[in-house]
DNA sequence: GTATGATTGTGCACACTTTCGCAAGCCGCG
DNA sequence: CGCGGCTTGCGAAAGTGTGCACAATCATAC
């Protein structure tokens, strides 16, 4: 893979190999772009294109092997390997992720949780974990290996607490806090928050009855 | 507004409205274009550009009033108004969802919540909303108008869920079930599925420790 | 009143993305 | 074993989005 891929290609991956994970569920052995095309609402152009980044994956006449495209799709992604991840804030929302059932499945574990609240903090959540204080996250990090962050603590707080991520060499943080953050280059951050989502839809809306 | 509007546009406006809420709270009363990029990681021109498509908010040499900015961006978001929403779902997400404290400042209210399974069935939420069976969602809808639907069933009953609220009229969908929706045109929906951002940032992370 | 320093709004060029169009290749059937 | 119907991979064209650069404009200070 000698040349660079579009951050936009990357960003569809997920959504292919999801459907291509229900689609071999379902038993479907071969699948066109055409077929894939129509059930994500994108282009067969773009499936091809987007693929053949990586290789060429297809057979002509036939499409792709179901089998075959999610396991390349799944060494692409680095899904071929189980991924560490720390929780931090154990308010409702991080209650809610923590006791998340879809993230394993998928090869992401929660290792460790965090909250700042000193009530919170002892406490046992539902597998074997337990709640930390925050001010341990540094240390903890530096002892174990953790790849990912998840952040779900007030939007006041939310920097700080991924400071100390980024500082501990965390390269990825999934950020559940309604503020945008700052991080140095190289450290991604996804931000999901509801509310902008909806955001962006009022104005659709709005133009919808007019 | 004869000028067609870029979706990526109408996408970073969430971003610029939240960010400017934050700075109106902390007192500020002028920014310029090179501040908020600065804050949200974007270029100044791009936000000027953004901006432009709506009016000549700005002023030269001084920047942007935050006041002015906010309540420009607040109408032509759609968010000088309430909008009313349904839950479908409650299950443990669905539960997080019904408690959180964030929709309700910003104006999005939760005025109806569904569900099959007859032993949520009649449950009573946090303030005066009773679960009610999703049976009666198509009659409901139509005797109460509803702006948008949320989503937070298991992914295979998500599709029929989705279907009943777009018969309804519903015209936006918040999706947490982790499948994609098939919804006609004019109709739409955002996904909301931390498993598919954590997979695009897996990419990333298995390229940097190279 | 004028000079200074700052910052907007925007035309334009560039870069990036998507889509088209088609040669090449595969399968099955007769 | 050759023909017809499909479907991929990919070069090139079309379409979108971004960032630069600068004239126009504003506040302030002297």
Redesign the pocket.
């Known amino acids: 893979m000698p040349l660079?891929i579009?951050?936009?290609?990357i960003d569809?991956l997920p959504m292919y190999f999801r459907l291509l994970t229900a689609l071999r569920a379902r038993g479907v052995s071969v699948?066109?772009?055409?077929?894939?095309g129509d059930a994500l609402n994108?282009?067969?152009?773009?499936?091809?294109?987007?693929?053949?980044?990586f290789?060429?994956?297809?057979?002509?006449?036939?499409?792709?092997s179901v089998q075959r495209l999610t396991e390349e799709l799944r060494t692409i992604l680095g899904l071929d390997q189980r991924w560490r991840m720390v929780l931090v804030g154990v308010g409702r929302l991080g209650m809610a992720i923590a006791s998340y059932r879809g993230f394993e499945p998928q090869g992401f574990d929660i290792v460790g949780v965090y909250d700042v609240n000193p009530e919170a903090v002892g406490t046992e959540l539902g597998g074997s974990l337990v709640v930390r204080n925050v001010s341990d996250l540094a240390r903890d990090l530096e002892e174990q290996a953790v790849d990912i962050g998840i952040v779900a603590v007030p939007a006041g707080e939310a920097q700080a607490v991924i400071d100390v991520l980024v500082a501990a060499g965390i390269g990825a943080i999934l950020n559940y806090a309604p503020t945008g953050a700052q991080v140095p280059p190289g450290v991604q951050v996804r931000q999901i928050d509801p509310v902008l989502s909806l955001q962006g839809m009022t104005y659709h809306l709005r133009r919808r009855e007019a």
């Open positions: 660079e579009p951050e936009v290609v569809r699948v066109s772009s055409q077929e894939l994108v282009t067969p152009a773009q499936i091809r294109k987007d693929l053949s980044y290789g060429r994956f297809g057979k002509q006449g036939r499409g792709y």
